[in-house]
């Protein structure tokens, strides 16, 4: 992960600075604050894979533009934005169009382009044309796509976004198959309408909605309430769905809440500041402490007491 921000560098440089961050991470732009005494940033980016770069960024009120000159770069691979505010952009000189918070929009960056952002934080993902094109041909026709935030698609290749960048996968071949999700779900979420590409999509749609699925029951693992018809409901699918999706890795909803909460409190059994075995268990989502001593015992061969001694050992 490559990160900067204003706070980073002297006030004088913060605009080099910038320019030079996001021309060798995501794209060629060039920036002109609104208040430069005041001008604010945080940028972050993290490599998926070969041609495909993922982040965030937060910007105080400015105005951006990727002007004809700045095309000598040769760059023609798709931006992916998603803004926290709505914002206005002008494409190849064009009157300006407003983009609604939480929508999604595609533009090649071989057009030019300009912008108008108030404070905003965005998700950002640079995406290889030539790869994109090839799931979805239609990507093509048009060099600046909107894809409103109700739209079928969206919302999974919004949140999978997210995902990748709270969680990045580690290693290569993790990487390459974070990446390959983020580009099937990008061209289903562009209506390519082709039944290959659609099909092509399915297998990774699956994958993505588990992954999903995983990471809100892991924010939400402490609840002991926690249950797949209040995931389902979030998520926008239904249990038998979520079922299924378990079931093809050969597993079930409860099993990985369990084996999660598990995981969670032999974590805990080993800190410094823990507290008694019984608050670590409740704490972890367990509501039967009997029922916890036996599931640990099954997955860690040892017992809650035997972790407990063992890490106040280290200690001393």
Excluded: W
Aim: glycine share 8%.
């Amino acid at each position: 992960m490559q990160r900067l921000s204003n706070n980073d560098v002297p006030a004088r440089d913060r605009l080099p600075y910038l320019h030079d961050f996001v021309a060798r991470h995501v794209a060629g732009l060039r920036f002109r604050p609104a208040d430069d005494e005041n001008f604010a940033f945080d940028v972050a980016a993290y490599f998926l894979d070969p041609g495909t770069t993922i982040g965030t960024a937060f910007y105080s009120a400015v105005l951006g533009e990727r002007p004809k000159d700045l095309m000598a770069d040769g760059r023609h691979d798709y931006l992916m934005t998603i803004h926290t505010s709505d914002y206005e952009v002008a494409i190849e000189g064009k009157n300006s169009v407003v983009i609604k918070a939480g929508d999604i929009t595609l533009v090649n960056e071989g057009t030019p382009m300009a912008f108008a952002l108030p404070e905003t934080l965005l998700k950002v993902a640079s995406l290889d044309e030539a790869r994109l094109s090839a799931l979805a041909p239609c990507a093509r026709m048009k060099a600046f796509h909107h894809i409103p935030a109700g739209a079928a698609g969206a919302a999974l290749l919004s949140g999978y976004a997210d995902l990748l960048r709270t969680t990045a996968p580690e290693g290569e071949a993790g990487r390459r198959l974070a990446g390959k999700h983020l580009y099937d779900l990008a061209a289903l979420a562009l209506h390519e309408g082709a039944e290959d590409a659609v099909e092509r999509a399915r297998a990774s749609l699956g994958a993505t909605r588990l992954q999903l699925v995983k990471a809100d029951m892991l924010r939400n693992l402490t609840d002991p309430e926690l249950g797949i018809g209040a995931v389902a409901m979030r998520q926008g699918v239904s249990p038998r769905y979520i079922q299924r999706l378990f079931e093809q890795e050969g597993l079930t909803f409860s099993e990985f809440r369990r084996d999660a909460r598990l995981d969670l409190a032999r974590t805990s059994l080993d800190a410094a500041d823990a507290g008694s075995i019984s608050t670590i268990a409740f704490d972890a989502g367990f509501g039967d402490l009997s029922y916890f001593n036996r599931a640990f015992r099954q997955r860690f061969g040892v017992t809650p007491t035997e972790i407990r001694a063992a890490a106040l050992r280290r200690r001393q």
